[in-house]
């Protein structure tokens, strides 16, 4: 069973900038391409970004590819999802998930999830 823990959320600035990471189990991290998704209040859950095992290929949402990059890195079993420009509408739970099938943009593709770390914007 792979392990995921979220972090780096909270309250952010409009226009400012936000970092999360997600630690993973040490023992399968690199192995498994990883994605991040959201779900704000009322709304279903919307695909981020993904990427591969080998951080080499990445894909990004066209609502946020402008302002969203993510990264890995194996060596420390962390994936990372940096926002520049956080807006109001970005408020939401965080969350990010492996799937050994490969890099998707559906839920269903991914089998571990980390509980989500909150974040919110203020003006």
């Known amino acids: 069973q792979v392990q995921l823990v979220e972090s780096g959320g909270g309250l952010v600035q409009a226009g400012g900038s936000l970092r999360l990471s997600c630690a993973a189990s040490?023992?399968?991290?690199?192995?498994?391409?990883m994605g991040w998704f959201r779900q704000a209040p009322g709304k279903e859950r919307e695909f981020l970004a993904a990427?591969?095992?080998?951080?080499?290929?990445?894909y990004y949402a066209d609502s946020v590819k402008s302002r969203c990059t993510i990264s890995r890195d194996n060596a420390k079993n962390t994936m990372y999802l940096q926002m520049n420009s956080p807006k109001h509408e970005d408020k939401a739970v965080y969350y990010c998930a492996t799937a050994q099938s490969g890099t998707s943009r559906y839920e269903d593709a991914y089998d571990y999830w980390g509980q989500g770390t909150q974040v919110s914007v203020s003006s």
């Open positions: 990427i591969t095992w080998t951080g080499v290929n990445r």
């Open positions: 040490e023992r399968t991290f690199s192995s498994f391409a």
